[in-house]
Each structure stands twice: as structure tokens, then as C-alpha cells.
């Protein structure tokens, strides 16, 4: 894949096979500095209501892919795209990881299946 990334719009967009499913999962996209994406990956699958972010996973798949940053997303089953606290903190936990390799991480998006929500775009995070 090599699209470009200008804003949430595209990564939602990118992301919408996330919708299809019933449990919460996790994906990384990744990105080169002219935001063009060098790799997509499915981080991690939960339950109804939550997952798990392996910092350490996302870190290396970005290493791995030289990316200079990190889109996350993740779906909500329930419809409600608003971030939970668990989501707020896990934000920037793995913002702060991240930042020890010189990696950016640009947002994180959570989607339902009729809209979704960007950190970046709603500023609810120091991902801005």
C-alpha cells in the first residue's frame, strides 16, 4: 500500500473493515515521513469492551518499518466512539514509548460503525 495519510478521514477510511467486527481490535498504521503508509498491522483483538496495547509490539512494528509515525485504531462495538479513561491512558502511554525511538505517534482513532473519533481532531490528548 502506498497512500498517502493527510488527515483522520483517510486513516478511518483505511480502517473501515473495522466495523465489521463484534470484539475490539487494534491496528497500526504506519507511516514514513511524507506520511505515506509503509505498513498496516492488526496489534491485538479484545473482548466486547476492551483490548490490550502492547507498547512493545507497536514499537517494534514501527521500528521494523522505519516508520517515522504511528497511527492507532481501534473499533467500539457498542457504537460509542467516545475514549474511555483506559483509552485516554493508553494514549499516552504509548505516545511517551514511542518517543524514545524518535517515533510520532499522530493519532488514535476509534471508529463504530456510523462514525468515529480522533484524538487528534478533538485535541483530548498531548497527542497535539
Same mark, same amino acid.
Given at each position: 500500500?502506498?497512500?498517502?495519510?493527510?488527515?483522520?478521514?483517510?486513516?478511518?477510511?483505511?480502517?473501515? +473493515?473495522?466495523?465489521n467486527h463484534e470484539q475490539e481490535h487494534l491496528y497500526q498504521i504506519n507511516l514514513n515521513n511524507a506520511n505515506k503508509v509503509v505498513g498496516i498491522h492488526l496489534v491485538s483483538i479484545g473482548s466486547d469492551t476492551q483490548t490490550i496495547v502492547p507498547i512493545k509490539f507497536i514499537a517494534k512494528k514501527a521500528i521494523l518499518d522505519n516508520a517515522a509515525g504511528v497511527i492507532l485504531c481501534h473499533n467500539h462495538p457498542s457504537g460509542n466512539c467516545s475514549p474511555s479513561v483506559e483509552d485516554i491512558k493508553q494514549t499516552k502511554r504509548?505516545? +511517551?514509548a514511542l518517543s524514545f525511538f524518535e517515533i510520532k505517534l499522530l493519532d488514535h482513532i476509534i471508529l463504530s460503525r456510523s462514525t468515529y473519533y480522533s484524538f487528534c481532531d478533538e485535541k483530548k490528548s498531548t497527542l497535539v
Amino acid at each position: 500500500m502506498n497512500e498517502t495519510i493527510k488527515g483522520s478521514q483517510d486513516a478511518a477510511r483505511i480502517m473501515l +473493515e473495522l466495523l465489521n467486527h463484534e470484539q475490539e481490535h487494534l491496528y497500526q498504521i504506519n507511516l514514513n515521513n511524507a506520511n505515506k503508509v509503509v505498513g498496516i498491522h492488526l496489534v491485538s483483538i479484545g473482548s466486547d469492551t476492551q483490548t490490550i496495547v502492547p507498547i512493545k509490539f507497536i514499537a517494534k512494528k514501527a521500528i521494523l518499518d522505519n516508520a517515522a509515525g504511528v497511527i492507532l485504531c481501534h473499533n467500539h462495538p457498542s457504537g460509542n466512539c467516545s475514549p474511555s479513561v483506559e483509552d485516554i491512558k493508553q494514549t499516552k502511554r504509548t505516545k +511517551e514509548a514511542l518517543s524514545f525511538f524518535e517515533i510520532k505517534l499522530l493519532d488514535h482513532i476509534i471508529l463504530s460503525r456510523s462514525t468515529y473519533y480522533s484524538f487528534c481532531d478533538e485535541k483530548k490528548s498531548t497527542l497535539v
